[in-house]
């Protein structure tokens, strides 16, 4: 990942010609269409490598945030600058799946109202073997946030554990996100199995503090490790996408030694993102080397030895 720390790619930006550029997109902050667009070209360097190779799905809000919402995986035919359709054998019996390639194309999807950009687990050279298995923690109702710390350091020392090499960011919303890159040899069935079996390993181990059953009633007081993210087309929202939340928090990559110091999953905003950008993506320098095979964790959890 390019870390952005020695770049300041404000200098000479300005925000794209867009339709209603002095449209409030979000009355909790303030912040126009323009403040979005001009968001998403300077840190252009930093989310495409994110973004790169992956399909991507928009989360749209033609009226702001608080507004109706929707999410969309195709373009139904309509070209844009610097977004690509991919092949249709990839998604049998839908349109092309789309990827995000250049400042040109956050720009253009700006203009059709997108906030959030989200990503698979895979790339689309090799869309059936996921190079990457993601935890988000959920927080339910009554859920502090040092309790969604603690949850991370213990989801880390799981995967530690069982040999794998653990990456975190915020969610922008409410939560955090915990990223494990892996080696390209196993389809999406084994990759969300054993996510679930890390899930169900975590709320049998401390069931005041994780649940593995989805839905708000079973998570009041506690977490869900979401380990649905990893099926087969599921997406997590990607880093540096802002949300299309009340104040437009953005999910940003952090390193373990800074959680600490993280104040909710929504810590940067639209309207405070702007020194962290100078950070970039350092603190996930090496997820490049990280990815390991997933066969020992498998059996440790199978066995229970994880």
């Known amino acids: 990942m390019k870390s952005g720390a020695n770049q300041s790619p404000e200098k000479g930006v300005t925000p794209p010609p867009l339709t209603h550029p002095e449209r409030v997109i979000d009355r909790a902050s303030g912040c126009t269409k323009a403040d979005l667009a001009h968001y998403y070209a300077v840190a252009a360097p930093l989310i495409l490598p994110h973004l790169a190779g992956r399909p991507v799905a928009l989360l749209r809000a033609p009226d702001g945030v608080g507004g109706e919402t929707f999410f969309q995986k195709h373009l139904e ?15 049998p019996g839908h349109p092309p799946l789309l990827t995000v390639d250049s400042e040109a194309a956050l720009l253009a999807l700006v203009q059709m109202n997108t906030i959030e950009l989200h990503t ?3 790339t689309a050279d090799r869309i ?11 927080p339910g109702d009554g859920v502090a946030w040092p309790q969604v710390q603690e949850a991370a350091r213990q989801v880390r020392a799981l995967l530690a554990s069982l040999g794998l090499v653990p990456f975190l960011k915020t969610s922008g919303g409410k939560g955090l996100h915990v990223v494990v890159p892996i080696k390209r040899l196993y389809g999406w069935d084994a990759v969300r199995d054993l996510a679930r079996r890390l899930t169900e390993r975590l709320a049998a181990a401390m069931p005041e503090r994780f649940t593995a059953v989805s839905g708000p009633r079973n998570r009041v007081g506690r977490i869900y490790p979401d380990y649905l993210r990893n099926g087969r087309g599921a997406t997590t929202v990607a880093a540096w996408s802002v949300r299309a939340r009340p ?7 952090i390193a373990w030694d ?7 999953g929504a810590h940067w905003t639209l ?6 950008l100078r950070i970039g993506n350092a603190p996930w320098d090496g997820y ?12 440790a959890l199978e066995t229970g030895n994880g």
Do not use: H
Not at 258 to 264: N, R
């Open 77 to 91: 035919g309509r070209a844009l600058p610097g977004v690509t359709l991919l092949n249709e054998k990839l998604d």
């Open 258 to 264: 800074e959680l600490d110091a993280v104040t909710g």
């Open 288 to 299: 490049g080397q990280a990815a390991r095979a997933l066969g020992s964790a498998q059996k």
């Open 271 to 276: 309207a405070n993102v702007a020194e962290r």
């Open 120 to 122: 698979w687990n895979a």
């Open 247 to 253: 104040g437009l928090g953005v999910s940003v990559p």
């Open 128 to 138: 059936e073997r996921p190079d990457r298995l993601v935890i988000d923690l959920d």
